[in-house]
């Protein structure tokens, strides 16, 4: 049962719905139980995801080496399929809203284990590219049900937290595929790194199907607020969904998502642009095996768990929910890091890989905080939308890091890759101070 000073933090206005549900002592157990089994769930989910999406990375040596093709080839193929899967994000994350997250994030990761299948058995670049984008619009069906699942199952005030658990899932799950796809590329072919994740994330679908739920309210649980005891607003809980005006509205026409978007899209420049290209930039630039360069980058993904953990922390802690000036010194430390990761020699192999881990931290605890501030700037009724919106800025990035990066290497080389992307990272740290002392 609820217990009666939990029940005097709630505003007033909505005291009549913290009168409507009781829980005894079992039923509060039960209701955290189905919390850790989400968390766990979208965790598994998510990182699952990466195994059909980072493989291209690791694959792109052996298939130039295959079939002759050039960085700037490829990049452009990466950059078409970011701008689609950027694209994916919003339209998926207007249908998660209108949908139910049960069904929508198991059919993205079933269509994508599908669809990288059938590219094991590419034998042109058109073939290729052409499933390769398909697959970037399945994988943009991932994070909108994630996100919409995250604000349902917990409260505003441990959401930042939350959310990193869950966000950085794809580290574990980016990490896992460049090291195991690396030796299976190394011992059974590049093909061999379509197939494999392919049947897993077929089966990680399945699980999914029969452990997610959307929101409390299906199992009659009461909002997760009242569970928690904290203030609910009392606009969203009055109707299930908002009207498409609405979410407009809310999304749209806020300056403050705009700060965002912008502080996103410059994020993954650098982002991406690392986990892109890092294979063969270490590979011609440092001269390492193809395996050797997935441990380095998987060292990068990993790294992003304490990045995206501190950040989320630091932000509900330290600054109370303002994430803007965590990320602004998150991207500032990004940049010096780049610096002098171009500048080490190429026998400085401890000094490098702890250069790698630096990046991972830096980069991935913004992209958290990208994230997060979505759901703080928009209701948690559009936060699907919120979230597509801010996705797909990320991802407009990352198409002009795919294609800009494969054209200044192919013309100026690797040093004025690293220029490009530190100027990125200072202009996203500007954007993440725009949003500092904003109202939420």
Same mark, same amino acid.
């Given at each position: 049962?609820?217990?009666?000073?939990?029940?005097?933090?709630?505003?007033?206005?909505?005291?009549?719905?913290?009168?409507?549900?009781?829980?005894?002592?079992?039923?509060?157990?039960?209701?955290?139980?189905?919390?850790?089994?989400?968390?766990?769930?979208?965790?598994?989910?998510?990182?699952?995801?990466?195994?059909?999406?980072?493989?291209?990375?690791?694959?792109?040596?052996?298939? #130039?080496?295959?079939?002759?093709?050039?960085?700037?080839?490829?990049?452009?193929?990466?950059?078409?399929?970011?701008?689609?899967?950027?694209?994916?994000?919003?339209?998926?994350?207007?249908?998660?809203?209108?949908?139910?997250?049960?069904?929508?994030?198991?059919?993205?990761?079933?269509?994508?284990?599908?669809?990288?299948?059938?590219?094991?058995?590419?034998?042109?670049?058109?073939?290729?590219?052409?499933? *390769?984008?398909?697959?970037?619009?399945?994988?943009?069906?991932?994070?909108?049900?994630?996100?919409?699942?995250?604000?349902?199952?917990?409260?505003?005030?441990?959401?930042?937290?939350?959310?990193?658990?869950?966000?950085?899932?794809?580290?574990?799950?980016?990490?896992?595929?460049?090291?195991?796809?690396?030796?299976?590329?190394?011992?059974?072919?590049?093909?061999?790194?379509?197939?494999?994740?392919?049947?897993?994330?077929?089966?990680?679908?399945?699980?999914?199907?029969?452990?997610?739920?959307? +929101?409390?309210?299906?199992?009659?649980?009461?909002?997760?607020?009242?569970?928690?005891?904290?203030?609910?607003?009392?606009?969203?809980?009055?109707?299930?969904?908002?009207?498409?005006?609405?979410?407009?509205?809310?999304?749209?026409?806020?300056?403050?998502?705009?700060?965002?978007?912008?502080?996103?899209?410059?994020?993954?420049?650098?982002?991406?642009?690392?986990?892109? *290209?890092?294979?063969?930039?270490?590979?011609?630039?440092?001269?390492?095996?193809?395996?050797?360069?997935?441990?380095?980058?998987?060292?990068?993904?990993?790294?992003?768990?304490?990045?995206?953990?501190?950040?989320?922390?630091?932000?509900?802690?330290?600054?109370?929910?303002?994430?803007?000036?965590?990320? #602004?010194?998150?991207?500032?430390?990004?940049?010096?890091?780049?610096?002098?990761?171009?500048?080490?020699?190429?026998?400085?192999?401890?000094?490098?890989?702890?250069?790698?881990?630096?990046?991972?931290?830096?980069?991935?605890?913004?992209?958290?905080?990208?994230?997060?501030?979505?759901?703080?700037?928009?209701?948690?009724?559009?936060?699907?939308?919120?979230?597509?919106?801010?996705?797909?800025?990320?991802?407009?990035?990352?198409?002009? +890091?795919?294609?800009?990066?494969?054209?200044?290497?192919?013309? *100026?080389?690797?040093?004025?890759?690293?220029?490009?992307?530190?100027?990125?990272?200072?202009?996203?740290?500007?954007?993440?101070?725009?949003?500092?002392?904003?109202?939420?």
């Amino acid at each position: 049962m609820l217990k009666t000073e939990n029940k005097m933090s709630i505003a007033p206005e909505n005291q009549y719905l913290a009168e409507s549900f009781f829980l005894s002592e079992k039923e509060r157990k039960i209701y955290n139980k189905w919390r850790v089994r989400i968390l766990l769930s979208v965790i598994l989910g998510y990182a699952t995801f990466y195994l059909c999406r980072q493989n291209f990375s690791m694959i792109m040596p052996a298939f #130039m080496e295959e079939f002759g093709y050039t960085k700037t080839e490829l990049g452009l193929v990466l950059t078409v399929a970011s701008i689609i899967y950027g694209i994916g994000k919003f339209v998926n994350g207007y249908f998660s809203d209108k949908s139910n997250s049960r069904y929508f994030m198991p059919l993205g990761l079933l269509c994508s284990g599908l669809t990288t299948f059938f590219l094991g058995f590419s034998e042109s670049l058109m073939f290729l590219s052409i499933l *390769w984008i398909i697959n970037n619009w399945f994988q943009s069906m991932g994070w909108p049900p994630v996100a919409r699942m995250l604000t349902h199952w917990f409260a505003p005030k441990e959401l930042g937290i939350k959310w990193a658990y869950g966000a950085t899932s794809h580290q574990v799950g980016g990490a896992i595929t460049l090291v195991f796809t690396g030796y299976l590329v190394a011992d059974f072919g590049w093909r061999s790194a379509f197939f494999v994740p392919a049947i897993i994330a077929v089966i990680v679908a399945y699980i999914l199907f029969n452990r997610l739920r959307e +929101s409390p309210k299906e199992l009659g649980f009461p909002p997760v607020e009242l569970y928690k005891a904290q203030e609910i607003n009392k606009e969203n809980e009055e109707k299930d969904n908002l009207t498409t005006r609405e979410i407009i509205r809310k999304v749209f026409f806020n300056i403050n998502m705009w700060y965002v978007c912008l502080a996103n899209m410059c994020l993954y420049i650098v982002r991406l642009g690392v986990i892109f *290209w890092a294979p063969l930039f270490l590979k011609e630039f440092k001269n390492m095996a193809i395996n050797e360069a997935g441990w380095h980058v998987a060292a990068y993904e990993l790294a992003g768990l304490l990045g995206g953990v501190s950040a989320g922390w630091i932000s509900d802690k330290i600054f109370h929910g303002q994430r803007g000036p965590v990320g #602004m010194v998150f991207m500032l430390s990004l940049a010096c890091t780049l610096w002098i990761f171009w500048q080490l020699p190429t026998d400085y192999v401890i000094l490098n890989g702890l250069m790698m881990v630096l990046m991972g931290c830096f980069v991935y605890g913004p992209q958290i905080l990208a994230g997060v501030a979505s759901a703080d700037f928009a209701s948690k009724k559009a936060i699907g939308t919120a979230n597509g919106l801010v996705g797909t800025m990320g991802y407009v990035g990352s198409g002009i +890091s795919g294609v800009c990066v494969g054209i200044i290497s192919d013309h *100026w080389g690797w040093s004025a890759v690293f220029m490009f992307f530190i100027i990125s990272a200072l202009m996203g740290g500007f954007f993440f101070y725009l949003t500092w002392e904003k109202k939420r």
